[in-house]
Structures are given as C-alpha cells and as structure tokens.
C-alpha cells in the first residue's frame, strides 16, 4: 500500500500549509496543540488532518423582522472532526461571532469530548446576531431558517447541536421542530439540550456548573484544600457560572464575587447565591441594581485574593497581565478559552493549577451524550442516574488528565490536550484514510 506509507512516513513530512490565524481564537488553540503534538511526537500527516476543520458552512439567513423588513444574518456551522463518532457542539447568537472562533471552539469540542471519553467529534455554530434586541418571533424565525439552511449538516447520526452562549431549550425546541418536520418524524436526538418534555434529559441544564464544581472539588482535594475553607470568585452568572457558584456553595465553599454583564458583585461574607439566581430572573436576565454586595471591577474579580477562580464568561478574559495579579489557587474554566496562551505560561510559573476548559465544561457534553443515548432507546433516566454518572465521567476524566500531566511534567491543559489527541489520533490511525 504505497499510498498509505507516504501518508505514514514521516519522510513525507512538510510543514502544514499556512492557516489564515492572525491573533485569533483558532491560533490560541492551536499554539497548545503544537506543545501537544511534540509529545505525542504526533505524525506530521496527522498533524495536517486534525488542526484543520473538516467542514467549514457559512450561511446566509433571511429574517423578517417584526417590522415587515427583511435582515439576513449570517451564520457559521464548523464540523471540525468526525473521527470519533457523529460531531457534537452548541450554537452561539452573539454580535461578535466569527469564522474564527467558531472554528477554534468546534476544535475544542474535539478536544473535550476526547477527554471524557463521549463517542463524539467537535462541531460548533454561531450566528452574528444579538438575541437581546430581537424579539422572540424574530428569535425563532432566525433560528429555523438557520436549521433548513443546515438540514444536510444536521442529523441524529451527522451532527447535534446543542446550547452554547445565548441560546436555549426554547431555541433547541424550535430546531428540533424544524429538522422533524423535513423529516416527515420527530427526530428528537437530533439536538440535545431541549426541553424535559421534548426527550430532553434530566440535570442537562445543570450539568456544566456540576461538572465545574465536581473538577473542582478534585483538585482541591489533590492540593489538599478543604471546600469548606475555601473562597471562590466566579466570572459569568449564566448558566454555567451561576450554577457552578450555587453548587460550591452547597459543599461549603464561601462565594464572595460573582459577576455578569452589568459589572461585578462583591461580598466578604459570602454572597447568597440562590437568592442572586431567583433576583436574574425577576430582573431582565441580569443582577443589575442586586443591593446585597459591593460592586466590583472585572479585572479587581479575576485578581481576587480568593482560592477558586471560575472564569464562566468568555473567551481571553485572563490575560497575561491579569494572570501576573492572579491570587487564587485554583482556576477552574467554565467557558471555553478565558485563558491566553501568553497567560499560562504566568501561571504555571505562578504554581496556580489551571483546569482547562476542555475538561473543566465538558460536564455539558457528556450529559448531552447521555440525552442522546436516551432519546435513541427512548428510556429516560433519573435524575439522580445523571448525575451519579455525570459526577463518575467527570472524576475519572479529571484523574486522568492529571496523571496524563505528571507523566509528561506539564500542566494539565497541555495534559487534556496530550490525553484527547492520542485519543483521536488513534481511532484515526485504525480507521486509515480513505482514498
Ligand atoms: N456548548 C456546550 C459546550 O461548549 C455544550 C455542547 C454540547 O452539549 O454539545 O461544551
């Protein structure tokens, strides 16, 4: 098989072909990657396969607005890798979406998927859009529309998309309805993150936050810290970050900062997490005007003098700068990439134990794939099944990150990333190029 020994042989090797990544999210993932790939001592070939997408859609999509005008929107589904299984990802509706970090977060899914070990590739979608002058009409026209655009992407066994910033059970309702009334069925493992009543599953709105706190009690646990003892600020009150805060809360842990879009929150003693929880959502979504703390700046947050930092917001938000002022401990990533390549290196100079994003979120993906597994045999579990399972998936993946980290001595971002691309890269190897 001549051909298969050129794609093999490392003589053929040549530097991958130049990848337009200027300054962006993409070229932060791959700058790990490449540490990774050394390791791994990964084939060059294979090198080239896995740091490029696999398909790149970019859509177009026709909303009338409320008004009778018509806007088009335009929106991006990256298959990054199908390696592993169908490819598994959110859909994010914000004003500053890009080709580029849709394609670095549809990576990312790879990644992290690899890691808790979820049969699965990465995808992520996005569309430039901003869902809070939108009304819920608009909302849902532009998601169906962006649905049929993608009906050919879309599919049980193709890709399944999930919740991601700004979107929500309602927003997967309306994909689900889309897809199965093209399909002539309901097709409900089409999507996951949807509704409980729709073949939604049990603990999947929670399980990001779960998974955040489940990590974090492991490495408090490795370091020798006692939740109880501990303090933690969390950067983002949507979904992950407020539901991560009020889980730590309930093991003990004092949470003294959280912030949202409307600034930061401070309280030494310890800020009453489910009480901010039911405020956001009498308030318009936000702690704005919340009277019980002191108000706090984003970069004062991220430098807290705290144990735990839960950065649950957005990309590149801990950078190299505040990693210099970085007080805690512990940063445990709720959103994907808050970190900068530039500010890791700070940190594992620092000693502060970095749970990368890859592991620290994947809690959302795994009882994703568990909605999935459920909707196909169409036997619902208990919530408790959930999160008994999610909390194992979770452990296990945080045990093996880290020994993956001591075996290499290197810290446990560039762990997951060695743990996740063996993973990947093997099934790869197995499977051969098809020619
Ligand atoms: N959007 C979430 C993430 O970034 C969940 C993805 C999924 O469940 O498919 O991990």
Known sequence: MPFKQDVYNRSVYREPAPIDH????????????????EILELNPGFYEYLCRPAHV??????????????????????????????????IRYAPDVSVSEVKALA?????????????????????????????????????????????DVFGPDRDIPAPDMNTNDQIMAWILDTYSMHARRTENAVVTGKPVGLGGSRGRTEATGRGVMTVTLAALDRVGLDAADCTVAVQGFGNVGSIAAKLLAEQGCSIVAVSDVT???????????????????????????????????????L???????????????????????????IIAEGANGPT?????????EKGV???????????????SYFE?????????????????????????????????????????RIGAYVMSIRKVAEALRIRGIYA
């Open 57 to 90: 859609h970019t859509v177009s999509i026709p909303v009338v607005m409320d008004t009778g005008h018509i806007r088009v929107f335009e929106g991006y589904r990256v298959i990054h890798n199908n390696v592993l299984g169908p490819s598994k990802g959110g």
């Open 372 to 412: 999935w597994v459920q909707d196909r045999q169409g036997y619902f579990w208990t919530l408790d099944r959930v999160n008994e399972r999610l909390d194992r998936i979770m452990t296990r993946a945080f045990d093996g990150v880290f020994e993956t980290a001591e075996t290499h001595d290197v810290s446990l």
């Open 340 to 348: 900068t390549p530039a500010a890791d290196t700070v940190l594992n």
């Open 303 to 329: 430098t807290l003098d705290v144990d735990v930092l839960v950065p649950a917001a957005k990309e590149d938000q801990v950078t190299e700068e505040i990693a210099r002022d970085v007080q805690a401990k």
């Open 107 to 151: 990576a990312w899914m790879t990644w992290k998927c690899a890691v808790v070990d979820v049969p699965f590739g990465g995808a992520k979608g996005g569309v430039i859009c901003n869902p809070r002058d939108m009304s819920p009409g608009e909302l849902e026209r532009l998601t169906r529309r962006y649905t049929a655009n993608l009906l």
């Open 263 to 301: 600034g930061g929150y401070y309280n030494a003693d310890g800020l009453d997490i489910p009480a901010m929880i039911e405020y956001v959502k009498t308030h318009d979504g936000t702690l704005d005007g919340y009277e019980a703390a002191e108000p706090l700046t984003n970069e004062e947050l």
């Open 22 to 37: 200027a300054a962006d999210p993409f070229q932060a993932m791959m700058e790990r990657f490449d540490v990774a790939a």
């Open 353 to 367: 134990i970095v749970i990368p994003d890859i592991l620290a979120n994947a809690g959302g993906v795994t009882v």
